[in-house]
């Protein structure tokens, strides 16, 4: 970060700030109108977490493009952080929603792609028995109440800085030696050192003897952390973390929402991972809200009582819209259309590229600077590649964040809003990854001048 004169770094953001505001007008007036109803401007708070006086409001979108309401179009590079992994209006999810629509959106009855969803599930990703959710938050918190069931504790484990929605376990980082709620963390409501444990990522020790206290219900877990940046397991990671959560009788739940990247089944099916349960969100409905947990035979025959009596309605888990018949209907479609090997065959190798277009610019520059890549997933740090969350999150330079973001923006490229990450659909082409190495190499430039 000293490579970069603060000076500068203000006075290129400041003329940024202008580019967009003369590019989006119809965006601000749209968000000024806004203000007199949605809570600063905006339908859900995660939308104002972009550089600039506002958001851009979307027209249209397709593909790995969308055209902002002022007429400027963008490669996306975001792509919904996630949600819209397939691209924008996969034309076989947008069949299925058409034909689907007239004949009822949701009853609270299964339809017959309800059974098609469920075997789709367990071949991808191994567990033999599933259950719908609307967002992955609701799965996860799901999937660890069932763990509570179970188990009979009342403790969770998830490591530090990781991200697994709106989880209220998951909200918490380690301050010294304490378990609090993570900066920002809105209206928490109890202490979480009683409910939640808290360890670094990729330290086993720590993880052993949180472990063996016999308090654990579950390890809600991601395969790499994804959301504070790419933090990659160290090698025997997974290994020891299996060991140690089937030695002290505690359930693994691998949350895979971002880390589905990996290939069609996740980081458990390209890593030999094997969880007791299994949670995957954003992407598989095409962009329409919907989620899945699956479980070993084990757990579903242990939890059966509860969502097979006369009080799983008020057990906690599951909602009215859940498992409506359109979402089920996207999956199916989405599932048959996406997220296969063909398409990771195209979007991984886009990702390869990215990274080592925008290393070959750090390295020309002699920056301190790292590219982290997972999957059809990358991403660049202000700093040498971190080894856990503690480490990431002590290294997140904003002001840098927000001038990449903004002068990419400024170009016509979308990156993510909390972190500098590309994300590559079969819809991206290698002219959207150059032309990112080269708007990439003229902000260097411009910051090193």
Not at 383 to 396: H, L, Q, Y
Request: proline share 6%.
């Amino acid at each position: 970060m000293s490579t970069v004169d603060r000076t500068r770094l203000a006075s290129l953001m400041a003329a940024e700030h202008e580019r967009f505001v003369s590019r989006t007008p119809r965006s601000a007036e749209l968000h000024r109108q806004a203000r007199r109803s949605l809570l600063a401007g905006v339908p859900m708070n995660w939308m104002t977490r972009w550089p600039g006086p506002h958001p851009v409001f979307v027209d249209d979108a397709s593909g790995a493009r969308f055209t902002d309401v002022d007429g400027n179009t963008y490669i996306d590079l975001c792509l919904g952080d996630t949600g819209a992994m397939t691209g924008h209006a996969l034309p076989a999810t947008v069949r299925a929603i058409e034909q689907q629509a007239p004949r009822g959106i949701t009853t609270m009855l299964p339809s017959a792609d309800a059974v098609a969803v469920g075997d789709e599930l367990r071949s991808r990703f191994g567990l033999p028995v599933w259950q719908i959710a609307m967002t992955a938050t609701d799965a996860n918190r799901f999937a660890l109440r069932i763990a509570r069931h179970v188990t009979g504790r009342r403790k969770v484990l998830v490591f530090d800085w990781c991200y697994h929605g709106t989880v209220d376990e998951a909200l918490n980082v380690l301050d010294g030696d304490r378990v609090v709620p993570r900066p920002g963390n809105t209206g928490w409501a109890t202490d979480p050192e009683l409910s939640v444990e808290v360890v670094q990522f990729n330290d086993v020790p720590a993880l052993e003897r949180a472990l063996s206290t016999g308090e654990i219900a579950a390890v809600l877990a991601e395969p790499a952390l994804t959301n504070i940046g790419i933090v990659a397991p160290d090698p025997g990671f997974h290994d020891a973390l299996r060991r140690l959560t089937s030695d002290n009788g505690t359930v693994l739940i691998i949350d895979e929402t971002h880390t589905i990247c990996c290939g069609p089944g996740g980081a458990t099916r390209e890593w030999g991972l094997e969880p007791d349960m299994f949670v995957i969100g954003k992407p598989i409905g095409g962009g329409v809200p919907c989620a899945a947990y699956g479980m070993t035979t084990d757990i579903a025959e242990r939890v059966i009582d509860l969502v097979d009596g006369p009080d799983s309605d008020v057990a906690g888990i599951g909602g009215t819209l859940t498992a409506n018949s359109l979402s089920l209907a996207a999956v199916r479609a989405t599932l048959a259309h996406a997220l296969r090997d063909e398409d990771f065959a195209v979007a991984v190798p886009l990702a390869e590229a990215w990274a080592d277009g925008v290393r070959s610019v750090i390295d020309r520059h002699g920056l301190p600077w790292t590219v982290n890549r997972l999957g059809c997933r990358a991403e660049y740090w202000f700093c040498p590649a971190p080894r856990n969350g503690a480490d990431a999150a002590a290294a997140v330079d904003h002001d840098l964040d927000a001038f990449l973001h903004l002068w990419c923006l400024n170009r016509g490229i979308l990156l993510t809003p909390f972190h500098n990450m590309a994300l590559f659909c079969p819809a991206h082409t290698i002219s959207d990854v150059e032309h990112h190495t080269a708007v990439f190499a003229d902000a260097v430039a411009a910051l090193t001048a």
